[in-house]
């Protein structure tokens, strides 16, 4: 197995530059990086083509290709996490004063309605404000990455020809995820976004997961110890970057950095966890959310959804 070389794609971030600088050596295999900009291009291209041995992947594409039977398996590695709060705006000239007047109307959704920003405002819309996900038509600017899958019946594509910001700006839709727009009409849905989200961290733990890493399931069959050994060799990297934020060493932070430097100020705690144990109330939550909103259409269990070889692994 010391040469087995793996086709991987996953982002340059801080906590995994020093795979791709090399600064640290994986154990058994070594991997062959492909930079893939945007990185979704890389999601579509392995579900659609199983193209790389390793990917980064948002996780409710994930729990949707797997839904559908496509042949990787992911690992408990969560390379990305974000509060969407905020990621909600809406156009304030139609009367709308809180979250429940969007029900009996339209909202855009960028790209797909299997995208995890989605998913998780969504949960946010449903769960912290009371909002009947199945009053709203759901508008999307794309299609899904997953082929196959089959949107509920109140999820509708663009018209052909037009844009969600300049329907959010008409007032043709009240409001949208994941879109950016600047209009004096269009403000954010839930006000105070940012601290809402920290607070909900402080008060529950609530701590969105967005991009997971999956890995083919013919080299897993093939290498039983091989999940063991990639989760080991994206830990001792990411850990080594959580003690330069924990020491103010990263010159130049990203929003990311500063977004992880308060998650770890407000915890104490490493604010990139891999592991199911520190994940489970956020596994849960997503794969709760997934199944109401209709991305996948049966039950998983946390443990069918992640490799044989890391359920009982932390790093």
């Known amino acids: 197995m010391a040469d087995l070389t793996l086709k991987t794609a996953i982002q340059t971030l801080g ?29 579509r291209r392995m579900v659609r083509g199983s193209e790389f041995d390793i990917s980064e992947m948002a996780i409710t594409t994930y729990l949707c290709a797997r839904a559908n039977g496509k042949k990787f398996t992911a690992l408990p590695i969560f390379l990305v996490r974000a509060f969407h709060h905020g990621a909600i705006v809406h156009n304030t000239t139609l009367g709308i004063t809180n979250p429940k007047d969007l029900e009996g109307k339209k909202v855009g959704v960028n ?9 998780w405002a969504r949960g946010v819309l449903q ?6 996900l199945s009053k709203i038509t759901w508008v999307l600017s794309g299609d899904e990455h997953v082929a196959e899958y ?6 509708v594509s663009i018209e052909k020809g037009k844009k969600l910001e300049d329907m959010l700006i008409s007032g043709e839709i009240a409001a949208a995820i994941g879109v950016s727009v600047d209009h004096p009409d269009v403000k954010p849905l839930i006000a105070d976004a940012k601290a809402t989200g920290f607070a909900a961290l402080e008060a529950s733990g609530y701590y969105p997961i967005n991009h997971t890493v999956v890995v083919r399931d013919e080299l897993l069959e ?8 990639i989760f080991a060799a994206f830990a001792e990297a990411k850990q080594a970057y959580v003690a330069r934020l924990a020491n103010n060493e990263i010159a130049e932070p990203t929003a990311a950095d500063v977004l992880y430097k308060r998650v770890m100020d407000i915890t104490g ?3 990139l966890p891999y592991g199911i144990a520190p994940n489970r109330a956020m596994l849960e939550s997503i794969m709760r959310f997934a199944r109401e909103q209709g991305i996948v259409t049966t039950p998983m269990t946390i443990n069918s959804v992640f490799a044989a070889g890391t359920h009982d692994l932390i790093g």
């Open 150 to 155: 089959q949107a509920p019946g109140n999820v």
């Open 222 to 229: 093939a290498h039983p110890e091989l999940a063991a050994q």
């Open 111 to 119: 790209r797909g309605y299997t995208v995890t920003t989605g998913v």
């Open 269 to 271: 705690e490493d604010p």
């Open 15 to 43: 906590h995994t530059k020093a795979l791709k600088d090399g600064s640290v050596t994986p154990h058994g295999f070594a991997f062959d990086f492909e930079e893939v900009s945007p990185i979704i291009q890389a999601f």
């Open 127 to 132: 769960h912290e404000h009371d909002v009947d």
